[in-house]
């Protein structure tokens, strides 16, 4: 699956809006790290992910594990692009009886593999997955997004030690490193100190990258494949923008949860290129 | 007009309140503006704590400050207590350590979220805890004369709050609210219908379509679980001899729980349980979740009639 950086970007953009369009239609969700993630999810199921959107259960499937659910809008996003679910499913986002629940939700939406909501879970699943692949002898990885006032969680912790502990090095990280969390910027809440040291005092193969830049993000998702970092488990730290692309949105933790009024509707069509100004 | 209010606001309000003690500190993870101890946080940073995403850790700090002469309030989002289920029993519960643990969000009415933050078991496993007094309250007023009586109680509570504005039933009537003790909110002799949280007013709906069909229900507050107001539920067997009870909560567990468990070694009388019928939520708005999980004022009605046909 070759794609060139200017086709992955037009991918994203195209996400962007269909983002933007659903936390203003439900007028509820989370778009600040939705957006802020959404380079990240479309080069990686763009280019990386073995997966087969007719057979979205295929077992041989990689796995991806959103852990911060509530930015499911972004993966309902790049899903619809991937041919998973339709343009017209993302629609049913927060509606009663809709594939698009308000967290991600395996039970309900094709392509979905884990059911997320709270946090600090997923990335002791995808540990499971991973070693589920291993008993199997299968090629297969499993990709688990986090976030970063996620880390916080005691459990995250258990799991890196562990998956460090099992070498598992079909179990790759991306974290979104997008410096806000709920009520405010992480180092008003909790202070995490140096990121990437901790991941390697823990035992992981570490990468830092702009998680808005698509070349950097196509070295990262290198990275994270190279036969030298898949003896153990290895994480790509994607500095982001919560909000990114949206001029009002970005690094305002107001947009952590909350949905644009029409007014904001309109002037994020206008940055993203959807309608003229 | 009725005003409408979420209990949450009574919860942020009473902290406010109570700020004048200064043995009051309040602990957050990263959900204050949701459970509403933002405002606390605002006037008193020096005594409020954050401790991140983290609630099995928050939990234990309280139970350092109680240990240390001091009177925490925890919150975060009912579902998230449930992590640090543990961490109350083991650290809290068990050395019966006074830490005041709000879960705000609860039930399926907190809507859209969908069903990993509906919290429909937390009143059952904090009610299984020794020295651990439950509450869900119904509307901001209660909640907030409530929060305000915790410092004097001396053991630990959980106290869960809604997300979403309900129908405000105790303007100016705050006096009448005491833990422990149910509130009779209307009077009839055929039915007792014991709700509490966001489905006392729908149980109060109930009661009125109740009364053009004939039929004349009493309708109880029972805003704390446990202990469970075993006085105020033999009174009702003996004024109406038939009982249902109203929970957004699974029915198993939680409020109808409580009161079977009272009336089979006490006075008995048939019961009917609404509550959600053992199934997890899905997104929805709150007034939509009412109807999917079959607790809304109608089903409240039909239940108080099954009731009254098996006296
Ligand atoms: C265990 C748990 N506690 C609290 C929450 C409520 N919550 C939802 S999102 C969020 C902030 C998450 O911040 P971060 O992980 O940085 O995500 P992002 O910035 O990418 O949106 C919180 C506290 C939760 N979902 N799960
Ligand atoms: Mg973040």
Redesign the interface.
Known sequence: MSKTITELEEIARKCRVEIVKMVHR?Q??HPGGSLSEIDLLTALYATRMRVKADEPNWSDRDRFILSK?HASPGMYAILAEMGFISHEDLKSY?????VC???V?MK?CPGVDF??????MGLSFGMGCASAARIDKSERRAFVMIGD??M???SVWEAAMAAAHHELGNLKVILDRNRI???DFCK???RMFDIPAKWKAFGWNVKEIDGHNMAEIMEGLDFLEAPENCQGPSILIAHTIKGGGISYMENNPSFHGAAPNDEQFHQAMVELGEVEA | MTRMAATRDGYGQALLDLADNEKVVVL?A?????TKS?HFRKAYPDRTI?????E??MLLVGAGLAASGYIPFASTFA??TE?AFEQMRNGVARPNLAVHLCGSHGGTHTG??????QSIEDLAVFRTLPNVVVMHPCDDVSTRALTMQLPGLGKPSYMRTARNKTPVLYDGREDEIQIGKGVVLREGYDVAIISCGVLVSESLKAAEALAEEGINATVVDMHTLKPIDGELIDSLVAQCGALVTAEDHNVIGGLGSAVAEYIVSNSFAPLEMVGVPDRFG????AD?MLE?MGISAPYIANAAKEAISRK
């Open positions: 439900a509820a969700g659910g927060r509606v009663l009886g809709g629940q308000g967290h939700d309900w059911s997320a909501g709270s946090l600090g006032g996620e916080q969680e005691g969390q709920n009520d008003e809440q909790m | 957050e990263d959900l204050g503006k949701s933002l954050s401790c991140g995403i983290g099995q850790n579902i998230f992590r859209t979220d969908g069903s990993s933050a899905e997104s929805g708005q939509e999917v």
